[in-house]
C-alpha cells in the first residue's frame, strides 16, 4: 500500500502568508563569564553558579546580563546548564529588551542547546517578539542566528 493516496484523510493545512516565516538575523558576540557563590554548597559539589556579560553585533547590537546555573558529572563530557539572560539593544533596528532562556545538556560530548525568548518579554519596539536563538563557535569566534517574529508578523 506504499504510495496510495487515500481520499478519506483530511488535506493538510498549509499556510501561504508570506510572513510565516520568522525573521532571521545573524552576528557574533563576545562573552565574559564569572564565577559566583553558590548559596549552599554540599559535600562532592558539582554545580557551579556564573554571571553572564555579552556583548552583541551584527543584526543585534545590544548587551546582555544574565546568570547560569551548572553541573557537572563524574562521566566526562556530560554536564547541564540553564540560564537567564536579559538583553538591551536594537535587534534590526528595533530597540527594546527581551529575555532569553537557555537549557544545554552534554551527553558524552554530544551537545544538546535550546535558547528561546521568553514569552511576553518583550518591550519598546520587540513586544510580541518570540523566537529561538542558536549558537555556534567557529575557530574561537562566538556566531548566532535568531529566528524570530514580533507581534504584527502573523
Known amino acids: 500500500m506504499a504510495g496510495r ?3 478519506w484523510l483530511p488535506a493538510p493545512k498549509v499556510h501561504c502568508s508570506a510572513h510565516a516565516m520568522p525573521r532571521h538575523a ?33 543584526d543585534l547590537e545590544a ?15 556530560s554536564a547541564g546548564y540553564v ?3 536579559r538583553v ?11 529575555v532569553l532562556q537557555h537549557s544545554g545538556t552534554m551527553n ?10 521568553v514569552p511576553d518579554s518583550g518591550t519598546g519596539e520587540l513586544e510580541g517578539l518570540s523566537g529561538t536563538l542558536g549558537i555556534t563557535v567557529r575557530e574561537g569566534i562566538h556566531c548566532y542566528g535568531f529566528d524570530y517574529q514580533l507581534g504584527g508578523d502573523a
Do not use: C, W, Y
Open 88 to 98: 538591551v539593544g536594537s535587534l534590526q533596528g528595533r530597540r527594546g529588551s527581551f
Open 26 to 58: 545573524t552576528g557574533t558576540f563576545t562573552v565574559t563569564l564569572n564565577p559566583l557563590d553558590l548559596n549552599e554548597v554540599g559535600e562532592g559539589e558539582t554545580r557551579g553558579r556564573i554571571s553572564i556579560n555579552k556583548q552583541f553585533h551584527g
Open 63 to 77: 548587551t546582555s546580563i544574565g546568570e547560569m546555573l551548572s553541573a557537572m558529572t563524574s562521566m566526562k563530557g
Open 5 to 7: 493516496k487515500h481520499a
Open 108 to 117: 558524552r560530548g554530544e551537545p544538546s542547546l535550546s535558547v528561546t525568548v
Open 83 to 85: 540560564a537567564i539572560e
